[in-house]
């Protein structure tokens, strides 16, 4: 039998293409009462993480401090806020490191959680920004779960 080149490239890619989705995963997050469960996810790079039960909440990497809007996320990644309620999936997360996030109506009782892709390469970054509170806590249970 005689394939034409085009179609051979044409299934290697395809192929190509379906082992990609094939180890890409995605994992699910669930908001309950005040706290994310997991609270810690761990991840590889081209995962995704959606969250479910999301009514009355939302997932934001944007932090408010009294110094102005912080992420603490990878150096070249890109953050999130979803809307109240959604049931949000990020985007492939490619960039390796640590990722926080948490929800506005409930961070005052320490609603967040961390996810961790692949190497925890902007952790000491964070610790560094001297974390208080409910950050701190999140800082201290990734922490735990790159060990
Ligand atoms: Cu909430």
Redesign the pocket.
């Known amino acids: 039998m005689k394939y034409g080149k085009s179609l051979i490239a044409a299934a290697l890619s395809a192929a190509a293409m379906m082992s990609t989705s094939a180890m890409a995963e995605n994992h699910v997050v669930t ?1 309950a ?4 469960d997991p609270m810690v996810v761990v991840a590889q790079p081209g995962d995704t993480v959606s969250w479910e039960n ?1 009514n ?3 997932t934001n990497t944007v932090f408010t401090e009294a110094d102005g809007e912080h992420q603490y996320i990878p150096e070249g990644a890109t953050g999130w806020t979803s809307a109240m309620g959604e049931n949000f999936t990020t985007a492939p997360l490619t960039v390796e490191g640590v990722y926080l996030y948490k ?5 005052g ?1 320490g ?1 967040g959680g961390a996810i961790i892709v692949g190497n925890a390469t902007n952790l000491d970054a964070i610790k560094a920004t001297n974390p208080k509170g409910a950050l701190k806590r999140l800082v201290k249970k990734a922490e735990k779960a790159v060990k």
């Open positions: 908001a009462v005040t706290a994310f999301m009355g909440h939302i929800c506005d109506p409930h961070w009782a609603m």
